[in-house]
């Protein structure tokens, strides 16, 4: 098959061939050209719950159309940040996008949402990262903070230095790690611990930014979950008016929070925190709110597609790639509105929609 049109990120105008499921950009005779346009590097949900609703875990075969929702919105590549279900099915079909998985989210015993995680105590938290890192596909979700009913507030799930064993396991098994992280506390711990990626990052600060920046931490940001903590703050403003305080004020600092992150040089990726309680389908809606928050169109789209790729270990439209491209009739960077109208989708080197 042949693909024309430029090529992101350069923009620079070719001919793309697919063979075998891989990009070459040899002449091939007899190749049929089965779409023109803008064509860019499958794109990436690098926070996503394949399996997961808000009652938990979900069956195989609403799995599969959850999966099949993201990949028809252009998501050819999803890091998984934790699920009820074993989705390692997945792996098996050609028609789903690549699935990276994290296991099952481990939070503190009653100190997170219902039927999600592996909830464990703090002396139990590096086994249970030892146990999720080897069901992994190399990702462990650790879920850093959660209301604590006793305190009323926004607290670190585990103590730093449980964290730090829990990590250093994850480690030990070839996983890397990544954790829910809404407010300021957890965040020194973790970062000091080594941990590899924060998810949501509302409560970083100047110093802590600067340490990521020299870590190579990486911050997926979630940036439309964030816009739901005024209802979170709402929902416990009677009962638990501490954390209401908190939430409003996380979500009023957060633009200027994850702007400095972004300004400072943090690796920032785009994630839809799709499943649960949002729907499926929509990480060109969080490229979207990275633009609106400051982000450059090329940097936004990059967060979720060429950048979030070779982070993970997978190739953009270079020769020999695997053939994950999305084609558009007009250039996304022109108007990022564009990614909600793929006109092509060529996943495994099969066009798919």
């Known amino acids: 098959m042949r693909f024309s049109g430029p090529l992101l990120p350069e923009g620079e105008a070719a001919d793309l061939y697919v063979v075998d499921g ?26 996503c719950h394949l399996g997961l609703d808000e009652a938990g875990a979900v069956g195989d075969e609403e799995t599969v159309a959850q999966a099949l929702t993201d990949r028809d919105a252009g998501a050819l590549l999803i890091r998984d940040c934790g699920s009820a279900a074993d989705t390692r099915f997945v792996h098996e079909r050609e028609d789903l ?15 997170y949402i219902r039927n999600y995680a592996h909830e464990v105590e703090p ?19 650790l879920v ?27 480690h030990a098994h070839g996983a890397k790690v990544t954790a829910h992280c809404f407010g300021p506390d957890v965040l020194p711990g973790l ?22 920046v020299a870590q190579g931490t990486a911050l997926v940001p979630t940036v439309m979950q964030l816009d739901k903590f005024p209802d979170h703050a709402r929902q416990a403003r009677e009962k638990f008016p501490a954390y209401a305080e908190r939430m409003d004020d996380l979500h009023a600092r957060r633009p200027q929070t994850l702007m400095a992150a972004y300004e400072a040089g943090v690796p920032m990726f785009a994630g839809s925190d799709s499943g649960g309680v949002a729907r499926h389908g929509n990480l060109p809606g969080e490229v979207l709110a990275l633009r609106r928050l400051g982000f450059s169109a090329h940097d936004a789209l990059g967060a979720a597609s060429w950048r979030a790729r070779e ?32 006109s092509c989708i060529v996943l495994r080197g099969r066009v798919v929609a």
Not at 144 to 170: C, K, M, N, Q, V
Not at 191 to 212: K, P, V
């Open 97 to 111: 996008p690549r699935l990276i998985r994290a296991g099952r989210h481990i939070a503190r015993t009653r100190r």
């Open 191 to 212: 970062l000091d611990a080594g941990i590899d990626c924060i998810e949501h990052g509302t409560g970083l600060s100047e110093d802590l930014i600067a340490q990521m």
């Open 22 to 47: 891989r990009v070459t950009f040899e002449p091939q005779a007899g190749a049929e050209t089965r779409a023109r346009g803008w064509i860019v590097p499958g794109l990436v949900d690098a926070h």
């Open 123 to 141: 002396e139990d938290l590096a086994a249970a990262a030892a146990e999720q890192a080897r069901n992994s596909d190399g990702w462990i979700k």
């Open 144 to 170: 850093g903070d959660w209301i604590s009913r006793e305190a009323g507030d926004l607290t670190p799930s585990f103590p730093a230095a449980d964290f730090a064993a829990a990590i250093e396991a994850a």
């Open 311 to 342: 982070w993970l270990g997978f190739s953009g439209l270079v020769e020999g790639a695997e053939a994950d491209f999305v084609v558009y009739d007009s250039d996304p960077l022109a108007d990022l509105e564009v990614l909600r109208r793929p």
